[in-house]
């Protein structure tokens, strides 16, 4: 449909490609102009990070805040224990309660770098949904909030139904997952005052189960607002590489892989992720998308420094930028490398196999997984090309830190402990 948004924060989500779809236009544009919202994505915590597949939705609630509403960050320390089922092909592993403890711990590093917690009116909030999920009594929630549930509807929501045309177990655990979600939204309506839900695509079913949810309880108007999910150009998930996840935390993705992502961004996704990823301009971004040859390398440089700014600071995107430049066009081995530092003890007999020597660096998940590069294109060590998996490597020729890069994209420093 064609809508003329008068809010700042929808005209900003439609022009730069945020919004997917949205339960009504009208009546949540109205609430955007008329004063401060409060508005929340939930986070799952089934890692210790989010990665960059959740990027789009942290983005969302920056822009909430920049344009003078108030983001709820809500952490599913509750939801996490049975697990979304939305368009999953199995039941995720269960996690004890330190584990997810330990998970949020980790994702909640990364909202400070995007959005401002104060007691300001759009000061964004951090909560667990476990404040009040862990405490409810069964027979209560069955008959105050279950009786509110269709089986027939929610057995009609695509994120269900795929999974059950494919004849794949739906748990009676990972069943309850919606019904959850939709009362994690009255609740926050009831104690915040949030006024909509947002969340990618495939959490439309259950975005919608919370606000018929709401209306029936609490006889309250919310809204939702869904986000595209992303793919990139060629196909693939977003937020994934060859190697897995792209994490957002510095521990599990070092700022220069995680700047060296953005940098190897296919020449037509460099223009929408330039409007979804970083603050520049609009005209500005589709300028540079519209660049072609090698003037579109330039464009994906400014793509990878404006997003690792926003997430780890400019003096880490300039680090990884230079280290980009010293590897790639001088032929150095940079100084924001990964690095990998061996003793003595790891050369075995002496010696150190190349695929070992892959997987220390972190390069590779395995040793098969080595040797499948090796033989599809080659690993180098220190400029010279290495075909045998069997390969020896002793002490004396790691006697100066040397580049191993595995691929294309990978790369590591590898140095002799002191």
Avoid at 398 to 418: C, E, F, Q, T
Wanted: net charge negative; hydrophobic share 40%.
């Amino acid at each position: 449909m064609t809508y003329h948004p008068k809010s700042d924060f929808m005209a900003t989500m439609m022009a730069r490609g945020f919004l997917a779809d949205c339960t009504d236009y009208q009546g949540l544009d109205d609430a955007l102009v008329a004063g401060v919202v409060p508005a929340y994505i939930g986070f799952d915590a089934t890692a210790k990070s989010l990665h960059v597949g959740s990027l789009i939705q942290i983005m969302m609630l920056r822009w909430l805040q920049k344009t003078g509403h108030k983001p709820i960050t809500l952490m599913g320390g509750g939801t996490t224990k049975v697990g979304d089922p939305s368009f999953r092909a199995d039941e995720r592993p269960l996690l004890t309660n330190e584990q997810i403890d330990d998970n949020i711990a980790g994702i909640q590093k990364v909202f400070a770098a995007y959005i401002s917690y104060d007691d300001s009116p759009t000061g964004a909030l951090m909560l667990n949904n476990a404040e009040w999920l862990d405490d409810l009594k069964y027979l209560d929630f069955l008959r105050d909030i279950g009786r509110h549930f269709s089986v027939n509807r929610m057995l009609s929501f695509e994120s269900v139904k795929s999974r059950l045309d494919r004849e794949q177990s739906l748990s009676f655990l990972e069943f309850n997952y919606m019904i959850l979600q939709a009362y994690d939204f009255l609740e926050l309506n009831r104690r915040y005052g949030c006024l909509f839900q947002m969340g990618g695509s495939d959490q439309w079913g259950n975005i919608v189960n919370g606000i018929d949810l709401t209306r029936r309880v609490l006889d309250h108007q919310i809204f939702g607002l869904t986000s595209p999910l992303l793919t990139t150009s060629d196909g693939k998930k977003m937020g994934k590489s060859q190697d897995g996840a792209v994490w957002l935390n510095a521990d599990m993705c070092a700022p220069y892989e995680f700047w060296q992502f953005w940098r190897n961004t296919t020449d037509a996704d460099t223009g929408r992720f330039l409007k979804l990823y970083t603050e520049l301009p609009i005209e500005e971004c589709e300028r540079l998308g519209a660049l072609e040859g090698a003037e579109i390398n330039e464009a994906k440089v400014i793509l990878a420094n404006e997003v690792t700014t926003l997430l780890h600071g400019a003096e880490a995107a300039a680090a990884a930028h230079a280290t980009a430049r010293e590897v790639f066009e001088k032929g150095g081995v940079g100084d924001d490398l990964p690095t990998v530092t061996l003793g003595m003890a790891d050369f075995a007999g002496g010696a150190i196999s190349i695929v070992q020597l892959l997987v220390k660096a972190g390069l590779v998940k395995s040793g098969k997984e080595a040797k499948r590069l090796m033989q599809e294109n080659g690993a180098r060590l220190d400029d010279e090309p290495l075909t045998d998996a069997g390969l020896m490597i002793e002490p004396t020729a790691l006697s100066r830190p040397i580049k191993l890069s595995a691929g294309k994209k990978r790369h590591a420093l590898v140095r002799l402990a002191d």
